[in-house]
């Protein structure tokens, strides 16, 4: 296996709160890994740095070779790095297709509006997309009207319209059911066997963490404490008193 993404020494404070400290991180292609950490550690900020959303201060950023600390986020997802957001970008008031399409155009440069003349591979990649994440019978539903579940799908299928090699999702099963929760789950599961994408998520849920992810790396206040195996990190002190101790697993 060979390092998709590699971070060195990422450096991030706002105003006077020093929120990511000299954070160094590897994911091989593939992987399937987990950011856990209190509320304020620094998750959201730590994805936000590595796809545009805040600059970093200092470090560099290596994906796929090449150094993208800094660059957009419209760069950033041009190179194959994708998210799904804590709070959606979907559109409503289009239809689950409509909203797979527009991403897929978006990814290829064109707008809607010409796209929507007759793009074959526009149409194969959205069909395929929405198998994917099994919204096929959905495919015409206006997207407000979509259960959680399935609007966590069709932002799954949104971020995959972008056909990228990593994907980053913040809290995928935030506000949702249990059943819904692992649905989810399982999906992201496929994914990264299908399509051996790496996927990184963050998750309060630690039955959730210990079964899908293979690696975890534990953030407070900004720093990495430990990153490991779940096993690994499960027999760790400091995991225990900073974290674990107060989470049931
Ligand atoms: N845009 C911002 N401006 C100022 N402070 C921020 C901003 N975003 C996050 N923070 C602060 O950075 C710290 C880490 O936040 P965050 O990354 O959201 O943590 P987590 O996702 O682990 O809960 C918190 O102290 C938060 O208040
Ligand atoms: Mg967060």
Same mark, same amino acid.
């Given at each position: 296996?060979?390092?998709? *993404?590699?971070?060195?020494?990422? /450096?991030?404070?706002? $105003? %006077? ?19 856990? %950490?209190?509320? %304020?550690?620094? +998750?959201? #900020?730590?994805?936000?740095?590595? @796809? ?17 600390? $800094?660059?957009? !986020? ?59 994440? $099994?919204? /096929?019978?959905?495919?015409? #539903? ?9 609007? +966590? ?10 056909? !990228? ?9 935030? $506000? ?7 649905? @989810? ?5 496929? *994914? ?5 994408? @790496?996927?990184?998520? #963050? ?12 690696? *975890? #790396?534990?953030?407070?206040? %900004? ?5 490991? @195996? ?6 760790? /002190? ?10 049931? *697993?």
């Amino acid at each position: 296996m060979s390092a998709i *993404l590699e971070v060195i020494g990422l /450096d991030k404070r706002f $105003g %006077g709160v020093h929120v990511t400290r000299n954070v160094n991180f590897v994911m091989e292609e593939g992987e399937q890994s987990a950011i856990i %950490g209190p509320n %304020g550690a620094g +998750k959201s #900020t730590f994805m936000n740095l590595l @796809t545009g959303y805040h600059r970093p201060d200092a470090g560099r950023v290596v994906f796929a070779g090449k150094d993208i600390a $800094g660059l957009a !986020p419209h760069q950033i997802a041009r190179l194959g790095i994708s998210r799904a957001f804590q709070v959606s970008n979907i559109f409503s008031r289009m239809t689950v297709a409509e909203n797979v399409r527009s991403a897929v155009h978006a990814q290829m440069g064109m707008s809607y509006n010409l796209m929507r003349r007759a793009d074959r591979t526009g149409i194969a990649t959205t069909d395929e997309m929405l198998a994917r994440c $099994g919204l /096929d019978t959905r495919r015409d #539903t206006t997207a407000g009207e979509l259960a959680q579940g399935d609007k +966590k799908r069709l932002e799954l299928a949104i971020a995959l319209a972008g056909k !990228p090699r990593l994907l980053f999702l913040d809290e995928p099963t935030a $506000g949702m059911s249990i059943d819904e929760a692992r649905g @989810t789950m399982e999906l992201v599961n496929r *994914l990264n066997r299908e399509l051996n994408l @790496t996927v990184l998520f #963050t998750e309060h849920d630690m039955g959730i963490v210990f079964n899908h992810a293979r690696k *975890l #790396t534990l953030l407070h206040r %900004g720093e990495i404490i430990v990153q490991g @195996t779940p096993a690994e990190v499960r027999a760790n /002190d400091m995991a225990q008193k900073v974290y674990l101790g107060e989470h049931q *697993l």
